[in-house]
Structures are given as structure tokens and as C-alpha cells.
């Protein structure tokens, strides 16, 4: 049998629903095929809080345990992030909490486990559709975005966490283009901050990017 390519997947779009209700739409994104992640995932972990939600964050993709629970950010990652959001003063359930992929992405170098393996561009291009539509029904003012993939997904491939990190920038409505378009705060991802040999230095720098999305809430 002849591998797979990305030119046999059709993207997410025809699997997003023009006019749905909420639950029509979530219901619908564990239906979607739109890339190859769906074979070896366990479901599709959509985004999840309130709707409609003031502050929204974007997370690159959901991670093993994430793939289980069918939740994101309730990992170790998920755990800081909540720490973190404490801190700089608001709630996860305030928050809406996504990720611009909805498949966990994994290898399996040695017996069972999964690790976690960054998505391609054209996965993250694939399911960006979805993004478009939930962020479009959840309407936030501010929009934190986390880490690299997140960032390249909404900003295009030149963004780099470090230069932009903690400062308020337009949403790109050239490349997503939303009826009421928020902006966003760049920031790190959870996860670097749990892999990091300086965490306290960086879970600080993270809690400080994140008051800069809350005070952006009031401007
Ligand atoms: N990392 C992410 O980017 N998203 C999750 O949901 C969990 C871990
Ligand atoms: Fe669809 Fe996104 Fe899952 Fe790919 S990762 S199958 S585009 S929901």
C-alpha cells in the first residue's frame, strides 16, 4: 500500500458546519478527517470554557493525556497553566482554552508510550477551519497565544515567541479574518516551562505575559 500525503486529506473545511448550534459544532469536529491525525488519535479534543468568553488561549495541539480525557490543557501542562492563570489573577473557567490542532500528534520509539511530536505546517493549516469557527462563536477581546506552533499558526511562519512575547498585537485579520477581530498577547508554552532548568524564572515570565492579557481585558 502507497504511504499516505497530505494531498490525500481535503483539510477541515467541509467538515465545519455553516450554520450550527454549539453543540452541532463540537459534535461535528469529532467527525472531522480533514488530516491524517485522526487515525491514531483517540478523539478530537475541541476547545472548551465559556461561550461567549472575554480572554481565549491558544495551545498547539492536545497531549497524551489530553487524547484520553478528551479535554484540553488537563495535563501537567494544563495543571501550571491553571497555577499560572491564578496568579495573574483570573480563573480557567473564565477562560476558553483551545488548541490550533485537535489531534494528538505522537511517535512510539519504544514499547507504549506516546511521545508527543510537534504537528506539520500542513496539519496545523488542515485544522485551522476549526479555529476560525470556534473563535468566531466565543468572541474574545484577548487572545493569549502559547509557544511557537500556536504562534506561527496564527501569526504565519516568520513569528518567534522571544521578540514578541508579553506585548499586545492586532490579530491578523489578513490571514483569519474574525467578524470581531481581538488582540493578542504572545507568550510561552506550558509545557517549555515545565521542561525548563530555570521553571520559577519562567512560570514567573509566563504569569507576567498573562496579567499583561488581563489587563488588556479593561483597555
Ligand atoms: N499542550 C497543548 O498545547 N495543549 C494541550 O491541550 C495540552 C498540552
Ligand atoms: Fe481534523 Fe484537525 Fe483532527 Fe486533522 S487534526 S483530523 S484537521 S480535527
Not at 500500500?1 to 483539510?11: A, I
Not at 459534535?27 to 461561550?51: M, N, W
Not at 467578524?179 to 509545557?191: E, F, N
Request: aromatic content about 6%.
Amino acid at each position: 500500500m502507497t504511504p499516505l500525503r497530505p494531498s490525500d486529506f481535503p483539510g477541515a473545511t467541509a467538515f465545519v458546519p455553516a450554520e450550527a448550534t454549539w453543540a452541532q459544532l463540537t459534535h461535528a469536529s469529532q467527525e472531522c478527517r480533514g488530516c491524517d491525525l485522526y487515525l491514531e488519535a483517540t478523539q478530537t479534543v475541541f476547545g472548551e470554557g465559556p461561550v461567549p468568553a472575554r480572554l481565549a488561549l491558544v495551545g498547539e495541539q492536545p497531549g497524551d493525556r489530553e487524547d484520553v480525557a478528551g479535554e484540553p490543557f488537563v495535563g501537567p501542562a494544563g495543571r501550571l497553566l491553571d497555577r499560572a492563570l491564578e496568579k495573574a489573577g483570573t480563573a480557567r473557567e473564565e477562560v476558553y482554552v483551545t488548541n490550533v490542532v485537535k489531534h494528538f500528534r505522537f511517535t512510539r520509539p519504544r514499547g507504549k508510550q506516546r511521545i508527543h511530536k510537534s504537528p506539520a505546517r500542513w496539519q496545523v493549516a488542515a485544522c485551522e477551519p476549526w479555529l476560525v469557527a470556534e473563535l468566531s462563536r466565543v468572541q474574545p477581546h484577548v487572545v493569549v497565544v502559547l509557544g511557537a506552533t500556536a504562534g506561527q499558526a496564527v501569526f504565519g511562519p516568520a513569528f518567534r515567541v522571544g521578540t514578541s512575547r508579553g506585548t499586545v498585537v492586532p490579530w491578523p485579520q489578513d490571514r483569519l479574518p474574525l467578524a470581531d477581530a481581538p488582540v493578542c498577547i504572545p507568550t510561552a508554552h506550558p509545557s517549555s516551562v515545565l521542561r525548563s532548568r530555570q521553571r520559577d524564572e519562567d512560570l514567573a515570565a509566563l504569569v507576567s505575559d498573562l496579567q499583561v492579557a488581563v489587563a488588556a481585558l479593561d483597555a
